[in-house]
């Protein structure tokens, strides 16, 4: 079983920046592509970005492109979203996601994501 826990939401001012960590257990972190999603008040939860096993390939919702950056340390077992120039819009509970990598992976898909956090609050004020 991995669990992993989120940290560094919180309430920041439109323009600003905040950046998400999530700490995952287990031995084989690299072979796991790791996302993040969000969900605000009475919307779906919606793809954020992803990243693969091996860092070397990231994915963005258009939404947040140019503003945020997926990374992760395999040393660590942690994936980072730094996240800059925020909007209101960006206000949601963010969740980070943990899947198993296979060949043709779709990874801006919930459902190939086994292993979530339990969320962080971003608020983002104007």
């Known amino acids: 079983q991995v669990q992993m826990v989120e940290s560094g939401g919180g309430l920041v001012q439109a323009g600003g920046s905040l950046r998400l960590s999530c700490a995952a257990s287990g031995r084989t972190f690299s072979s796991y592509a790791m996302g993040w999603f969000r969900q605000a008040p009475g919307k779906e939860r919606e793809f954020v970005a992803a990243?693969?096993?091996?860092?070397?390939?990231?994915y963005y919702a258009d939404s947040v492109k140019g503003r945020f950056t997926i990374s992760r340390d395999n040393a660590k077992n942690t994936v980072y979203l730094q996240m800059n120039s925020l909007k209101p819009e960006d206000t949601a509970v963010y969740y980070c996601?943990?899947?198993?990598?296979?060949?043709?992976?779709?990874?801006?898909?919930?459902?190939?994501?086994?292993?979530w956090g339990q969320g962080t609050q971003v608020t983002v004020s104007s």
């Open positions: 990243i693969r096993g091996s860092g070397r390939n990231t």
């Open positions: 996601a943990g899947g198993l990598e296979y060949y043709g992976m779709n990874y801006i898909e919930a459902p190939v994501y086994d292993y």
